[in-house]
T-cell receptor, first 112, second 114 residues
């Protein structure tokens, strides 16, 4: 079945540091890929998405590129802020309105 | 901006009791979902609902669980006889069902079974 593996946290960075959170997937066919973020005390918010190979999703300075050859969708940000502290989830779904399959989540803490 | 809402934010119940978790999806969305996250584990799919019926369900969604859309706005998850292992954060999500198929999540209900 489909699955998502993302790097274990927690990740602690200083403000303005470069962020990478690795995500790889296993899927049949061509899934859509997503990054969700969960700020403390809140629900899951869609951060960015990519629906086909080589697509780059971006939002709020975060980027991720759909790499079919390496089955990866790594999340990056060039300069993190304290307000980026949250839990980040990588997820996939088969095309259409199928359920999301999530990774375990990576907790990011950014210190000033 | 429209958002998915869930009530209550936290529910404590005794083992064997029935609980109903409530969700108000984004209006004009067509697909509705329940997921759960046991503390420290992955977010897991429970069930999806479309056109007033279950469209897909996971192995977790056994006979103890049921979903309903009793009116045009609410979407509920009922657990008939709670077990200790049902303690988790339960998330509701909705999707417009159109291009992109993004799912929009509520803030979750934390269920604690004692």
């Amino acid at each position: 079945g489909n699955s998502v593996t993302q790097m274990e946290g927690p990740v602690t960075l200083s403000e303005e540091a470069f962020l990478t959170i690795n995500c790889t997937y296993t899927a049949t066919g061509y899934p859509s890929l997503f990054w969700y973020v969960q700020y403390p005390g809140e629900g899951l918010q869609l951060l960015l998405k990519a629906t086909k190979a080589d697509d780059k999703g971006s939002n709020k300075g975060f980027e991720a590129t759909y790499r079919k050859e390496t089955t990866s969708f790594h999340l990056e940000k060039g300069s993190v802020q304290v307000s980026d502290s949250a839990v980040y989830f990588c997820a996939l779904s088969d095309q259409g309105n199928t359920p999301l399959v999530f990774g375990k989540g990576t907790r990011l803490s950014v210190i000033a | 901006e429209p958002e998915v809402t869930q009530t209550p934010s936290h529910q404590v119940t005794q083992m064997g009791q029935e609980v109903i978790l409530r969700c108000v999806p984004i209006s004009n969305h067509l697909y509705f979902y329940w997921y759960r996250q046991i503390l420290g584990q992955k977010v897991e799919f429970l069930v999806s609902f479309y056109n007033n019926e279950i469209s897909e369900k996971s192995e977790i969604f056994d006979d103890q669980f049921s979903v309903e859309r009793p009116d045009g706005s609410n979407f509920t998850l009922k657990i008939r006889s709670t077990k200790l292992e049902d303690s988790a954060m339960y998330f509701c999500a909705s999707s417009p069902g159109t291009i992109g198929f993004e799912q929009y999540f509520g803030p979750g209900t934390r269920l604690t079974v004692t």
